[in-house]
Each structure stands twice: as structure tokens, then as C-alpha cells.
């Protein structure tokens, strides 16, 4: 990095961090710091919601995840504007009728004390990990591609999350998306550009969609029913579909965004926004990395793109391989290059796919020898693709811009996520559980220290984490574990009126030893874990509900 790139990369940072300090400075009730004083527009929580699910890991991750699997990924998507209009029909007029702070409020309403604080503390497990995910994402990328030390890393993101979060509460979360995600889609933009601008002239768009689908990566739909199969049609329908409801529906860093909203109205037509461009965005970024895919097809790229693990197993006893493996990627590359400047006929796409085939089975062969040479490094190499690229190709100043809208992600989605973890400590702990009435102040300043402690604990969470296979799937896994079972309990709630807090509580506890079980035992695709969860506590709930025959 030169020093302009480091200019554009902490004038960036400081000014989201500065912004949303002045702007949002002096709340001194629950409602203004947890509610935003409930004045968002539409538009505020829609990019609100968008940029709360759209962390760093979108953006390191997604590229590289199409860059090696194609466009398939997007179908994990498709449940996503039906979850938005059941969301809009059932979940928000109630919670703004019942005027909750947090989805789980309404829990004891319907149910009980025990059930509502099993909720919010199922939320409280799996979003703190996912906070610390979520910083750590980032940090492991940025530390082996910059040599930067991972722990003042994990720091540094964390404490300017930190600053400002607990300076202006939901509101400064808000104002700061709005900025962070201009940033986004200007710096993905002029991304997708330059890669453009950077294939051979004779390399036109439409040819360079023809190289991709040759090489199998613009497979957008699998209609097929192999449950080894992660991403198809089915699984983004029926469990991505549980998965969003769970997520946007019972979620509080997603329902806190437009918990802030005017009027029902507002927050409606925000979700709507969101259902309606977050497919569109997702497609862009998986394309980004297709064409990421198309510029290494005629440019050397490494044999494993993460660097750390290239320097220590180049450094070993296992030099000599990696180098001859490295030499025979190097020659197919080279006839990959030659086949592409001819006319892609069958028979050439047939090659190509040999080829790409042979290269594979390398890759292979390179992970092995890294485990072998030191099971501590990351074999895995889906999530440093695209910053490979950044790093490599990119003019200076725009690298800066490029590593601004990675970390902005970071920062946007953990400040919404520590802001929803103390929100919910506040309002469904601590506050439900004293036993008088304090002053407005002091659970604002209850709710600042929570964030910080959050924001303590996602950081140590952070410094602690380690790789699984790609980041992006591994905040999915850890929220389909828990969300199913959540989203039922809600269902129930809302839908099934002669069940009791009893029988919904020793439900959950049952499914949810359930449902980590059966992720262990690697029995089901993680999205299908959403809709098992989901049915299995309403089932369990109504059974016992029915054999005890008596009201909670």
C-alpha cells in the first residue's frame, strides 16, 4: 500500500466514525438510544437493514465463493422477498401495536417470563459469536495479505465499532449505514470496471459470460434434490426462506433497524426495499467474483491466493513439490490462455473444462501439502481471492477505497449487531428482572456499558476465531442453529393461541439440544437445519401442550 492508499483508508474510517458521533450525540432516553426516537424513513432502514447484513464477509467472501463455485451461491437468496412480505403482514404491526423495544417483549406477553428470556438468550449466544465473526473476518484477511498483526487488527475494528455505538446508540447505527454503504456500492462499482477494463480487448462482456459458463460458473439454478448439495433452488426457497424470517423476524439487530421506524408504513416499505435490491446486489457481487474468475484465465495467479500459507510452506521441507505443482498450474494456465483466444467451440469448451478440472485436482494437492507442512494455516483460500485481487491490480488510492468498503462492512454490521446485543441485555435482563422503577438515564447508560461489554467480548471472540471453509457460510451456520428454533417459537406465538409458555419452553430446550446434535453429526445441509428447528419446536410445543391437557 502507498500512502495515498492509506489517506483514503483512515480519512474514510475516521469520517464514519466522527459523523456518527456529532450527529447522533445527547440521547438521554430509552426510546431516543434503542429506538432512534422512532424517526427513520424508509430509505434510512432499508439501507439500515441492507448494510446490517451486508458484513465484510459479503465482500471478501461472496467473490471468492463465485470465483470457485459460480453463481449458484445466489440461490440462498430466493426465499428472501417472501420472508419480507410475511414479515411486513404479521410481525411489524404487532410489534408496533404493542410499542416493544426488543421482538422478545412480546414473547411474555404471549407466553411467559422463562420463554421470552430463553428467546432473547438463544439471540444473545449466537449473535455475540457472530459479532466476533464478524470482526475477525476482516482481520484474518487483512493480516495475511498486509502482514498487519492480527490482534491490534481485531482491536482496532472493534474499538472504532465501539466508539461510536455507544456514543449514539440505534441512531448513530443508522446514520453511519447510510454512509457506509455509499461507499460500498461506489467501491464495488468501479471494481467491476476495472476488471472489465483490465481483459484483453478482444474479450468483450458477452465473451467473457461465454468463458465463465463454459467453466460451468453461471449454473445460477439446480433444480436437482441432492441434499449433499448446498445451494439449490429448494434450499434457498423453502430453508432460505425460514432462514430470513428467522433473521429479519425475530433477529433484534434486524428488527431494532425498523423497530426505528415513523409508522408501520415506513418500516413496511423499508423491508420491501431491501427484499427487493438485496437479490439484485447479491448477483452483482457473485458476478464480480465470476469475472474475477475470467481475468485470472488470462493473467498468472497463484496456486493457493493466501499468501502466509504460500510463505511458510515454500520456507519447509516441502518446497520442491509445492514449486513443481506450482510449475504445472503455471502450464495450464498458460494453455487455458491459448484455448480462450480461439472460437469457444464444443470441443474447446470440453478442454477448458479438463483443464480447469486438472487445476483443481492441484489446488488439491497444494491444500494437502500446506496441512502437512503445518495444520495451523488456512488451506482454504475462498476469502482472499478477491483482495488478492484488490492488492495486486487495483490503481493506489482506489486500493485504500477498496479496503475502506471491507472494513466499513466490518464496522457497519458489528455496531448493529453490539447495539442489538445490549439493547436486548438491557430491556429483557436486566431491566425485566429489577424489582423498581430507575430513571430513563440510567438505563441509557446501562445499555452504553452493555455495548461496550459486547463490544469487549466480540473482540476477545474475535481474537480467538478460527477459519471454516468460507466466512460467509459460517455465520450462516451459526445463525441456523439457533433461528429455526427461535422463528417457531415466534410462529407459535402469533398463530397457534391454545399453546402455553410451558409447553413452548421445554420445547425449545429440546429442540434446540436437537438441532445441534444433527449439525455435529453432519446429518442435513445447514439451511435445512432453519425449517427442522422451525417445525420440530411447534410440533414438540403442541404434543406436550396436549398430553399435559393443563394452563401454564
Known sequence: MQQIDWVVLIATLLFIVIYGSYKTRGSKNVKDFIKGGSESNWWTIGLSVMATQASAITFLSTP????????????????????????????????????????????EQRFDLKTRSLAAILFLIQRGLAAGITIFAPAIVLSAVLGWDLIPLNISIGLLVIIYTVSGGTKAVSVTQKQQMAIIFSGMFVAFYLILDYLPENISFTKALEIAGASGKMDVLDFSFDLNNRYTIWTGLLGGTFLMLSYFGTDQSQVQRYLSGKSVKESQLGLIFNGLLKIPMQFFILLVGVFVFVFYQFNTSPLNFNPKATEVVMQSQNKDAYADLQFQHEQIEGRKKVLLEQELSQENILQLKELNAQDLALKSKAKQLISSTDETLETNDKDYVFIHFILQNLPRGLIGLLLAVILSAAMSSTASELNA????????????????????????????????????????????????????????????IFYGNVLGIFLLAFFVKKVKGNAVFYAALITQVVIIGVWFANVLPYLWLNLLGCLLVMSLAVTIQYLNKKTD
Open 421 to 480: 446485543l445490549a439493547s436486548t441485555t438491557t430491556i429483557d435482563l436486566y431491566k425485566r428482572n429489577q424489582t423498581q422503577e430507575l430513571a430513563q438515564g440510567h438505563y441509557v447508560k446501562a445499555t452504553k456499558w452493555f455495548t461496550f461489554l459486547w463490544g469487549v467480548l466480540a473482540i476477545s471472540v474475535a481474537c480467538v476465531a478460527n477459519l471454516f471453509d468460507n466466512l460467509i457460510q459460517l455465520v450462516n451456520i451459526i445463525g441456523s
Open 64 to 107: 471468492g465463493q463465485a470465483f470457485n463455485d459460480g453463481m449458484g451461491f445466489v440461490q440462498f437468496y430466493f426465499g428472501l422477498p417472501l420472508a419480507m412480505v410475511i414479515i411486513c403482514v404479521v410481525f411489524i404491526p404487532i410489534y408496533h401495536k404493542l410499542n416493544v423495544y426488543t421482538a422478545y417483549e412480546f414473547l
